[in-house]
């Protein structure tokens, strides 16, 4: 499985989770019903076999369907697993065959996003421009929560390339749309932490950190570790 960071890991599981629903009208609740089963096999499933089997199901059974809404979700679905389980012969076929599919504002800005996951350690320069692109193109139709999803994606890259201040201006323009909302403060302000410990400014570090803790759940230990391990990584590099 490809290794992302933390922060992407987290970014590709939101967005993924939130892929358009199925219009039900159209085909058969059997098929749809398939095809749903598949896609949850296939974040879930036990093994990385299961998974990339259950992907290319959901897209047999929807391509047999003839229907656009759901061969777009079941091909969506199966690029985003061969992408993270380095499957990247046929990617960029499929993510051309994406594009044709279903078109619509939101679905062309849902390619992008891919196509800025394919690109992510290939080519940062690409990666990039491709999740800008997306970001614009969620904002358009007002599809804000993915565009913020974009936004953390490009302080990622940016944040990697030591260009904190790019970085953080990223992250605070994604907090934007984030103001209704605070279900993802504690992942927000985990990077504005890491941000600002790349610039040596360990008191505004803390202070994200201590906001990322102050939006995690109490019985989210594993989440709560990282940041408090990373709270005291500040205090060593200050003693430093």
Not at 56 to 65: C, E, L, P, Y
Not at 200 to 218: G, H, P, V
Request: hydrophobic share 35%; aromatic share 16%.
């Amino acid at each position: 499985m490809k290794q992302y960071s933390p922060i992407v890991f987290f970014v590709i599981i939101l967005f993924w989770s939130c892929t358009e629903n199925i219009d039900t009208y159209k085909t058969q609740n059997l098929v749809i019903d398939s095809i749903n089963s598949n896609i949850s096999k296939s974040q879930i499933g036990d093994t990385e076999n299961i998974r990339l089997e259950s992907s290319n199901k959901a897209f047999f059974i929807a391509v047999k369907s003839k229907e656009d809404s759901l061969i777009y979700k079941a091909l969506y679905n199966k690029i985003q697993t061969d992408i993270i389980y380095q499957h990247n012969d046929s990617v960029i076929y499929y993510l051309e065959k994406l594009k044709t599919i279903y078109k619509a504002i939101p679905n062309e800005a849902s390619y992008y996003f891919l196509k800025g996951l394919y690109y992510h350690d290939i080519s940062a320069d690409s990666s990039f421009a491709s999740y800008e692109k997306s970001q614009k193109l969620f904002v358009s139709v007002g599809h804000y929560e993915r565009a913020g999803y974009s936004l953390m994606m490009m302080s990622e890259i940016q944040r990697l390339a030591a260009d904190y201040v790019g970085a953080e201006s990223s992250m605070i323009h994604a907090l934007k749309y984030y103001k209704d909302s605070e279900s993802n403060y504690n992942h927000i302000y985990n990077v504005f932490g890491l941000i600002y410990r790349g610039l040596y400014d360990y008191e505004n570090a803390l202070q994200s950190y201590n906001n990322a803790l102050k939006y995690t759940d109490k019985n989210n230990n594993k989440e709560r570790n990282i940041i408090q391990n990373n709270i005291a990584l500040i205090y060593q590099e200050k003693k430093d």
